[in-house]
C-alpha cells in the first residue's frame, strides 16, 4: 500500500508540474477565503467598536425621553414633544425618591453657530448640569468643568470638545478666550477629553454651557423648565433594572399618568447597544454569505480542474494501476491533491485576510477583527472545500479499466 | 469493456489469501486452461478467444504472434491481469486468478507481473529512478531501499548513467531499456512485453531484444507479445493466435 506520505509527495509533485493552472485555481479559493475573512472581521470589528462606544457613555446609562414608544404605536415616539423638565431631574435627583440613582443630568441641546474672533463654527450646543461630566462618564483634557455654584448663577461659561476648539481656536489653549453663541458672550473654561465618534454624533464636536445660561440666553423656546433629554446614571450596572424602576415610577407620578399612557420612553445603553449588535449581524451575515458564494464558485472551480486533471492523466492513471494502483489508491491520490489545494488556497486567503485586517482599518477607518477561531475555520473549510470538489473526480479516476485507459491516446 | 465482477462470486472471498503466492513455486509460472473471453459489442457478443489453452514454465522465453483482431491483445490483458477471462482458469505463480477483485488483482499485478508496453509508459516529469521506483511505490517499499532497488535495475539493463535523465532526454531505446528496467524492480515472476519494439528502430530493437535474451539466460520467464517476425523468433517457444485460438509452432 502507498504511504500518506508518498500520497502526498504525489500530490504535490501533481501541482507543482502545473503551476499556473493550479495558482489560478487555488486563487478561487484565496479570493473566497479573504472575502469571508475580511467581511466577518469587518462586522466583528464595527459591533465591538459599537459596544465599546456604548460602554464608554456608561454601561449603567439610562436615557429619558419625551413621548413614548407604545407598542400599539398609537401614541408612539412624538420625538419633538416637551414633556421633560428641570423638575422631573430634581425629583429624580433625591435619594429619599430614588436610593438607587447616582446622578441624573437634564440636556437639552440646539444646533447653532459659534463665533470666536473671526472664526464661525456650527456646532451643538448642550445646555446640562455638572452632573452631565459624570453621568457622561468624561473628563476635562485642559481647564476644568463648570460648578453646581456657577451653574445656578447662570454663569456663561463652556466647556468645548477637542473639534470645535481646534476649529474656532486653532491649535493652540482657548482657555479664558471668549466666544459668542446666539449673540451671548460665554467664556471657555475647559476642554473636553477626545473620545470619537458616538451613537449620539461626534462628542469631540460640542460646546457645553451650564443649564440655566443655556435656557435664559440661548435656547430658541421661552419655556426655560423644559429639557430635551434627561441622562440618569445608576450607581452600578446592578442596581439598572432598579433605577429603571424608580426613574419610571418617579416620572408616573409626577407627570400625574399611567403606564398606558405615560409621555416619556426611557432606553437603557444595553438595550441600543442589542440593537446595534443585531443590526450589524444581519449586515455581517448578508455580506458573509456573498463572500460565501465566492467561496463557493471557487470550490466549483477546484472541482473543474480536478476534471480536466483527471482526463488529461487518463494514460498515467491507466499506468499507475497496471502497476499495481489499486482503486483505493487512485482514489486517495486524487482526493488528496484536491485538498491540497483546496487547504493551500486556505492558508494564502488566510494570509490575504490578515494583511487585509491590518490595512483596511486606517483605510475605512473601521477596525477588522480576525479571530483565531475564524482562521482556524477558514482553514477547515478550505479543506473541506477541497475534499468534497475532489470526490467527484476521484471516483472517476478511481473507476477507470487500466486497459482502456492504456490505450487512450 | 467487461467488468471482473462477473465472476468474482466464483470464488469465496476466503480465498483472498491466494493473491498472495508464495515468491517461489514449483509448477509452470503461468498457466491457462481453456480460457475464453467475450465482449458484448451493442447487440453483438464477440469472442475474442475461444478455449486457450498455455502453460508457461519457469525461465520459459515464449512469443505470442498474432495479426490485430487475433484476439492477441485480449489475451495479454489477460495474461497481464488487466482483464479476467469469460470462463476457463488461469493460475499465475500457482494462484488461481479468476474471481479476484480489481484491488486484489491490483496487487497481482505488483507483485507478479514486470510490463513492457510498446509507448515505455514513462512519466514525463519523473527521472529514470523515480519511473522505475514507481512499482516498489505501489508495494509500499521506504524511499532508500526504492532508490537502491531502482539504481540496481537501470544497472542492470546498462543505464547507469541515465538514473537522473527524464523520458525526453533519452532515446526510445534507452527510454524503452527504463521500462525494462521498471519491469523488473519487483523481481517478478513474469515478464510480459506488448509489442516491445513496436516503437524502435532496427539498432534499438536489437538493442532491447538482446536485452530480453540476457534476461532468460539469467532465467526469467518472458512472454512477448508481438505482429514480428523477427521478434518472434528470438523466442524459445512460437505460439501463433488467430480468431481466438491458440496454435504452437515448434522452433527449430
Known sequence: MMTWAETLRTAWEAIRTRRMRSALTMLGILIGIAAVMLTVGLGQGASEKVTEQISALGSNLLVVSPGSSTAGGVRGGRGTATTLT??????????????????VAPVSTSQQSVLAGSQSWTTSIVGTTPAWEQVRARTTADGRFFSQAEADSGAQEAVIGSTTASQLFGNRSPIGDAMTINGQDFTVIGVLNTVGSG??????DQVVIPFQAYALRVATTANTNQTSTIYVAAKSQDTLSAAYQETNQTLLTTHAVTADTADFTISSQQALMTTVTSTTRILTILL????GISLLVGGIGVMNIMLVSVTERIREIGLRKALGATPGTVLRQFLVEASVLGL??????????IVGALILPSALGQPVLISPVAAAAALLVSLAIGITAGVYPAGRAARLAPIDALRSE | MTAPAATAHAVPATSGGAAVAPPEHGGPVLSLTDVRKTYAQGQLEVQALRGVTLEVARGDYVAIMGPSGSGKSTLMHILGCLDVPTSGTYRLNGSDVGGLDEAELAQIRNREIGFVFQQFNLLATMSACRNVELPLVYAGVPRAERRRLAIEALERVGLADRIEHRPNEMSGGQ?????????????PALLLADEPTGNLDSVSTNDVLGLFDELHEQGRTVVVITHEIEVGHRAARMAHIRDGLLTEEALS
Open chain 1, 86 to 103: 428641570v423638575t422631573d431631574a430634581t425629583a429624580l435627583a433625591n435619594p429619599a425618591v430614588a436610593p438607587d440613582i447616582a446622578n
Open chain 1, 288 to 291: 458573509g454569505g456573498v463572500a
Open chain 2, 175 to 187: 527510454q524503452q531499456r527504463v521500462s525494462v528496467a521498471r519491469a523488473l524492480v519487483t523481481d
Open chain 1, 344 to 353: 493551500l488556497g486556505g492558508v494564502l486567503g488566510l494570509a490575504l485576510g
Open chain 1, 199 to 204: 451613537t449620539t454624533g461626534d462628542e469631540d
